[in-house]
Each structure stands twice: as structure tokens, then as C-alpha cells.
Antibody
Framework: EVQLVESGGGLVKPGGSLRLSCAAS????????MNWVRQAPGKGLEWVSS????????YSADSVKGRFTISRDNAKNSLYLQMDSLRAEDTAVYYC????????WGQGTLVTVSS | DIQMTQSPSSVSASVGDRVTITCRAS??????LAWFQQKPGKAPKSLIY???SLQSGVPSKFSGSGSGTDFTLTISSLQPEDFATYYC?????????FGQGTKVEIK
């Protein structure tokens, strides 16, 4: 069974940093592109960043470029999102999702940026 | 960036109704289109990929069609568990973009 479990969310002050993790199981992690998608309270879905199976290709939304860094460790079956210079508008539930068409999603982890 | 526009934004329907949601891309995306269902407080769930391919385990009352710029998601015979918000997403190019969502409500 495919499972994606996010962790690392919490309350952080504006300008602060947070590192999200996504633990994958039930499939060959190193075969798949992985994604981060977020959802602000009461809002729609927003794609954040994607990383290719080997980590060679990385794409990020303009809204997070230069502040967020996606990475992966295929030996640990884990996906990461390093979030720096956080802003109030980054407050959202962050989901990891598998493959180009996001066929499986984790349960999400809430990031709240507030003073 | 490719803009995805869903219509309607919300629809009120009764159990047993047939519901169709439209998603339009601002430029051609061949068939690189996915549909998701999201219930309150839950993660999105994949329904359709490649515009018309049913995700494993998804009931056949859900169907997708279209190519190029115009796509539809149809739910035949709406059931209580189908009341949710539905999103389309293009994965033809980066940045990936989602439609704004269509909320299917009980009439």
C-alpha cells in the first residue's frame, strides 16, 4: 500500500525557517517524481515544487523561488522541503504527492506563520 | 503560465443527479489533465489522470473527457459521498496549475 506521511509543520514567526519531511513507503520511491502542494485556509490547491526521481531536475513556483528548497534522499525514501524566510502568506497545509499527476497524497502538515 | 478555469464554481445537485464540471486551459495541454476530489479536512484524492483514465479503485461513475484545452468531469448518479470540492490540474508543463475548484453541494 502506497503511504506518504508528512511531518515537520508547526508555528513559526515571520522570517523563520522550517523543514518539512515526507516519508514514503509501499512503492519504489526512487522511480517517481515527487511534489509539494499547499492549501491556504479556505483556499484552493497551489503547486509549490517538484523534484525528478534522481533529483536532477527541480521546479518551483515563483511564489517560493529563492526561499523554499525541495530535496530528496532515495536511500531513506524521503522527500523534504526546506522553507526559509517564511511569510504570513505561506500559512497552509502542505501535502506531498507522488508522480506527475499526483496519484497519491499524504495527509498534510500544517504550517502557520505568525508573530 | 497555463491558467486553468473551472466552471461552475459551485453546483447544487440532488442524489441521483448527473453532474458535469468543465475545466478549460489557457493553452493546449494535450491530455495532461488530472481531476481530484477533496472533502473537508481531508487530503485531495486522485480520480482521473490523462484526461480520461480512471485512477485505480475509483468507481466508474466518475468519467473524464477532453483534450487540448477543454475537459470535463462527469459524475453519474450523484451519491451522498460525492458531495465535495473537485479540482482539475494540468501537468503538461511547469508551473503546474490547478483550477479554482468546483464545490458540489446538496440541493
Amino acid at each position: 500500500e502506497v503511504q506518504l506521511v508528512e511531518s515537520g509543520g508547526g508555528l513559526v514567526k515571520p522570517g523563520g525557517s522550517l523543514r518539512l519531511s515526507c516519508a514514503a513507503s509501499g512503492f519504489t520511491f526512487s522511480d517517481y517524481t515527487m511534489n509539494w502542494v499547499r492549501q491556504a485556509p479556505g483556499k484552493g490547491l497551489e503547486w509549490v515544487s517538484s523534484i525528478s526521481s534522481t533529483g536532477s531536475y527541480i521546479y518551483s513556483a515563483d511564489s517560493v523561488k529563492g526561499r523554499f528548497t525541495i530535496s530528496r534522499d532515495n536511500a531513506k525514501n524521503s522527500l523534504y522541503l526546506q522553507m526559509d524566510s517564511l511569510r504570513a502568506e505561506d500559512t497552509a497545509v502542505y501535502y506531498c504527492a507522488r508522480d506527475a499527476w499526483a496519484d497519491y497524497w499524504g495527509q498534510g502538515t500544517l504550517v502557520t506563520v505568525s508573530s | 503560465d497555463i491558467q486553468m478555469t473551472q466552471s461552475p464554481s459551485s453546483v447544487s445537485a440532488s442524489v441521483g443527479d448527473r453532474v458535469t464540471i468543465t475545466c478549460r486551459a489557457s493553452q493546449g495541454i494535450t491530455n495532461y489533465l488530472a481531476w481530484f476530489q477533496q472533502k473537508p479536512g481531508k487530503a485531495p484524492k486522485s480520480l482521473i489522470y490523462a484526461a480520461s483514465s480512471l485512477q485505480s479503485g475509483v468507481p466508474s461513475k466518475f468519467s473524464g473527457s477532453g483534450s487540448g484545452t477543454d475537459f470535463t468531469l462527469t459524475i453519474s448518479s450523484l451519491q451522498p459521498e460525492d458531495f465535495a470540492t473537485y479540482y482539475c490540474q494540468q501537468y503538461n508543463s511547469y508551473p503546474r496549475t490547478f483550477g479554482q475548484g468546483t464545490k458540489v453541494e446538496i440541493k
